[in-house]
């Protein structure tokens, strides 16, 4: 299985969760990463059965593609984003902490450490659970350079917690094109809430890079490439005469991105962009309940069975961080995800076009090669 078909699906699964949580949350600023939460419930999907595991690839938008070369093609996804190079940082990390009284398939164990690299660490859930929460929160801040800290809080994990599947992902990538420091000024930037707040606006004059205006989103869309040019970041800005973020949000879709890739040219652009830091926690159990992910957080009717045979297992949390720095150099960016498991063309020639991010805007960080989002999320106020 080529890597644009799991790309592809990814960006679909990323937009639908974004529509959900940005509903939730108006006014907000969001950022997630749906690689990381893929990766976990792909782990989760290992041991999944019947209508548990239907539902979870409709959501992931998977339905489509056989098991056999489902999970082999995640592995073959590992690897490419593990691949070495000097011009960008990027490490993605899945493990697997079980009870160690607990009986798990040994088919189970095997394929998560085969295509995921996930193994499983025995831990006394029964005993030590404060423990055990301070070692899986130890190896996830070691894993994203400590911007990902306290990801499972006290007394979620309990005597009766059998399992916790983890992915942690790190990136850190250099402008091709870097900000000079000494072009950032302050400036006003629109918040949601039509409030105008003082921010440090980076520049660039003149550049070459990718850019379109979209006329389905009524939006600018700039491309900036990492050192590299294997993963980009790329904000769509509305244009605020003719619609709103919210229009824009509402009109996102897998297609959009497709779009985006299809239609960017090289124009000369202005760029004055914020600078700007996101942390944030995600109640991404409730979103995906609520776009069709039932049964796996259902005591009555979770059927984890190819985890250990039986169906005494649910999902009782599913936690998310991510946090994002942007600055002059270039970006930072990390999430972690928690699956809880319970007993029961060529340049011409133009004057340059000016995008001045100084109102909200979505943005993403994505994998040129794949189309693969790892990053989604949106400036609302800052």
Do not use: C
């Amino acid at each position: 299985m080529d890597l644009q078909t799991l790309g592809s699906s990814n960006a679909a699964f990323g937009v639908d969760l974004y529509q959900k949580l940005s509903s939730e949350n108006p006014g907000e600023n969001l950022f997630f990463s749906p690689i990381s939460l893929l990766f976990a419930l792909a782990i989760t999907l290992l041991g999944a059965k019947e209508k548990t595991e239907a539902q979870i690839k409709s959501v992931l938008n998977l339905e489509h593609i056989p098991n056999g070369q489902l999970h082999q093609g995640f592995a073959d996804l590992m690897n490419h984003f593990q691949t070495p190079n000097g011009k960008w940082e990027l490490n993605i990390a899945n493990k697997l902490y079980g009870e160690q009284t607990a009986k798990f398939l040994s088919e189970f164990v095997e394929d998560s450490k085969k295509f995921y690299g996930a193994g499983l660490e025995p831990v006394d859930f029964v005993g030590s659970s404060d423990k055990v929460t301070s070692l899986i929160n130890e190896w996830v801040e070691r894993q994203t350079k400590n911007k990902i800290k306290h990801l499972i809080p006290r007394n979620v994990l309990n005597a009766l917690t059998r399992l916790v599947v983890v992915n942690a992902i790190y990136y850190k990538g250099a402008w091709k094109n870097q900000f000079r420091k000494g072009n950032t000024k302050v400036g006003s930037f629109m918040t949601a809430s039509k409030t105008l707040s003082d921010v440090p606006f980076m520049y660039l004059n003149r550049l070459s890079t990718g850019y379109f205006y979209s006329d389905d989103l009524n939006s600018q869309v700039l491309e900036l490439p990492y050192e590299g040019n294997s993963q980009s970041f790329v904000v769509i800005l509305p244009d605020l005469q003719k619609t709103s973020l919210e229009v824009v949000e509402q009109r996102l879709s897998k297609e959009v991105f497709t779009t985006i890739e299809e239609s960017l040219f090289r124009e000369t652009v202005n760029v004055w962009l914020p600078k700007f830091k996101i942390e944030k926690e995600s109640n991404v159990k409730e979103s995906l309940k609520r776009m069709g992910i039932t049964d796996l957080f259902s005591m009555k009717a979770a059927d984890l069975s190819g985890m250990n045979g039986e169906k005494d297992l649910y999902v009782s949390h599913l936690l998310h961080k991510a946090f994002i720095s942007v600055d002059e150099e270039g970006s930072e960016a990390a999430a972690a995800t928690a699956v809880v498991i319970t007993l029961k063309s060529a340049p011409i020639f133009r004057q340059p076009v000016d995008f001045k991010a100084d109102h909200p805007f979505v943005f993403y960080i994505k994998d040129n090669k794949s189309g693969s989002i790892l990053f989604l999320g949106k400036v609302s106020k800052l």
